[in-house]
């Protein structure tokens, strides 16, 4: 009988509903106005502009506002892809993907798809340069200054030890997006460390965190320009000097990481259909500091891309202005 | 109400928790030999190990790639360099996606994302929540149509319509496809023991090699975005369905069959009018597990550019924003809920209309037609009326959600972080460590003789055979000594895993308040995608092999609870009163009566948590267990370390396949 009662109670339920309908309720219809459409005019002269977002901050910031001018000043049609980088490569040849807009390094990746496939093509420096290296926390540097020297690194060898380090010092390594030496350095440099792999970005991060939070002996790999450095601005350990080619064997590396130049890469086609997004792309450059702002307001400040990236071209027209002419 | 994801199948079909009486006393002597046995197998290993130790123990560095390696990475390139001239490309892998990615835009279209010729989908969210709500009233009863509504409009509440709508047309779309495939697979399976024995090792293989080995693949041949992750998706989704539905018609008792044949029905009828019918039900419940396993999905389809809730997480982690991806992680739970819900309760609905009323079953049909119509108009509304069509307000429930993780994990962190480095140093120096060095430094030879031996004890000649299979291919991937780290931590966390789930199981099945306390908790704790439990994980533990096992423990041990609860409760009530009556303790009575009669649920538990537990080591690769799951997400990320991270997987589905066949033989030694 319960279910009885119940059932007629939906009934009424849904000839209320019916009535509210018929009584036209109404408000806006859907496509009569312009809420909830963000197309805007001129798309026709840009038309869709795929951009690969891959997964750090950094690259966020750039691509926020390449895409934020070419929506606005050029009418394009942005479609951000979140890929890796090896996907987004890869995204060249399917067609699936025009531009990258952070690239560090990655000579495997150029060899195979600019100089083999011929898929992509190179789109200039960012402006931006990628440091890669060994950090130590901010409280660390200034209570033992000589750490940030290789030299000194085995006397604190047993403070650096950790549950996984097996009885030596523990160097962090963290993301494997980034190539890293850090096994032959150890070796070759004679450090009585073990390379210990956190896995993440993440992993790396939380880590250094807790040991600047709690005073905890932390070195580890790291790289600039990162939004996490203007929350803790860690310290970088001077290895020996980089000369070119000290890298080429990559068995019997003894010297610091290079200097990347970041650049970016666009698929062959984007770059023969003369759309005025791969000229924004090529043109786009700008610095370290410009991309740490945007990358904070992302991350520390919790702004969406499109905002942070409205804040930061408002305030700089003059830079924009430069990319578009 | 069934859990969600009880993936009784992990790997290979556990026939089910036998609770076999008192075994003889003549079984009680094998076992007492079984225990020798292996304290004489690993007495020998250990003063072999202290002569042998450090030598011949295949290490290779995280660098170094073997011949096999570099072989994978070449196959890999010229596939990629061959895609726009192989015809199997133009018209096998091409037309595929075409179809795929024509489906996944339909719903997509009438759903979540915008058309070409409207700002908004089709059917906006007031549509989507009356076609949900009547769906699952009409499938299934009214109680589950309430929790559905609730749980959609919960998505919007959060402000995370869109991306739920997503991540929902791509689990159908998945599921979809799936089933497609899976339902005639799993009869065929079902009919045939031959095909059964050749279809278990692929199934294997799809839910236990890690997605992903084959994700980067799966960009090239069918390229970026929902296509490729529907297809990921479905070879993750797809096996259980097929176990499932096989297992439903095995089960269908012979003398029915023999009933239908003696009447003169010819096969295809009764396969029409008596298996299916009668395994119904269990066929739902392979959907429910299909669906759940979807769900698993949705963050890492989101690394391939799939759109949806796992995006958010997974955008929300770069800047390691706990709060934004619990508040999309919750979506992905209250979802996976609701389904699982839903779906229950239509593979029981069938018995539940047949007990109940007539007037009821006379009432149903007008109800269920004018169910339609109230659903028809919400659905015209929310396609005409913007207000019906986009859900309004800002999602403010969702910032308080985030707000509010954010500030329970900082909490956590700042208060525990002394206390937990405590535990992780004891357990890693005390257990872990020792272990592990046993493993990786004993020459391989030694290792792969001891396992066999176990496996032969434990399990019988088949699974020594199995083993010895394994542990020469283990070898030949190139891996070994990584695959020891990895073996070490597995079997680590599956001990943890094991206590935990002892300790709640047996709670819970003596208490059915417990139960129901408890359910929703585990069922949150398998949907809640560990990205987004890893940051205070990291934060209270470092990137340490210890977190890897945290992580492992609280995805598996959901499982094992389950199950061992489940086994505690099928205990019979006589027997439970009977030893009360004799004057037992409640401890007694655990340790004497409860937990020697589940000891099939035990070992079913054992071998559940040892697959949900591997199944968590590309996770613990993220944060800091190195070994295999590092191998995998190097793999995933540099293009020449591709053909490692291949290997590493090919490990990883390896070690599964031999634990679970010496679990799984030693469960029916347990039980005969």
Redesign the interface.
Known sequence: MAGHVKHWRVGAAGIAVLALALTACGGAKVGDDSSGSDSSGGSAECGTFNLAVNPWVGYEANAAVIAYVAQKDLGCKVVKKDLKEEIAWQGFGTGEVDAVVENWGHDDLKKKYITDQKTAVDAGLTGNKGLIGWYVPPWLAKEHPDITDWNSLNKYAAEFKTSESGGKGQLLDGDPSFETNDEALVKNLKLDYKVVYGGSETALIQAFRDAEKNKKWLIGYFYEPQWFLSEVPLVKVKLPDYKAGCDADAEKIACDYPVYELDKIVSAKFAKSGSPAYDLVKNFTWTNDDQNVVAKYIAVDKMTPEAAAEKWVEANQDKVDAWLK | MAAVMEKTDGLGKVDGPANAPDPASAAAGRRVGRGMAVAAILLLWLVLFAVLRGKQTLTL???DLTDLHRWFNDVN?SI??N??SNPLFLYFFNEIRLVIDTLVTFVQELISQ?SAD???PQI?WLGVVGIAGYVSWAVGN?RVALLTVAGFTFFGLQGLWQESMDTLALTLSAVLVALLFAIPLGVWAGLSDRVNRIMTPFLDFMQTMPTFVY??PL??FF???GASATIATVIYAAPPAIRITAHAIRSVPETTVEAADSLGATRRQSLLKVLLPMSKRTVVMGVNQSIMAALAMVTIA????APGLG?TV??A?????VG?AFNAGLSIVVMAIVLDRVTTAASTRAEAARS?KN??LA?RRP?LG??A??TA??V??S????????FPGEGGAGSSIASAADTTATWVQDEL?GLTNAV??TL??GLL?PFQSLLTDSPWWLVGAVLIALGVVFGGWRAGLTTAVCVGLLVGTGVWSDGMTTMALTLVATVLVMLVGVFFGVWMGRSALVDRLLRPTLDAAQVMPPFVY??PF??LF?????TAIVAAVVYAAPVAVKIIADGVRNVPATTVEAATAAGCSSWQIITKVQLPMARGALTLATNQGLIYVLSMVVVG??????AL??DV??G??????YGKGLAAGLAIVLLGVMFDRITQAAARRAGA
């Open positions: 560095a995280a660098a390139d990629g360099a895609r726009n915008a409207r700002p908004l906006g009214w994700l980067a960009t090239l390229l970026i975005g989101a690394l391939i550019g995006r997974v955008q982690l770069q800047s390691l924003d934004t109940s007037r009821f009432w109800l004018a169910g119509v109230v108009v919400l015209y509304m396609h005409t009326y913007v207000w019906a069509a986009e972080s992780r140093d890693t120096n460590n890893l940051v990291l934060a470092g990137p340490t092999r210890f690769g993220l944060v800091g267990a190195g799951g590092y997400v190097a995933f990320s540099q293009g020449q370390l």
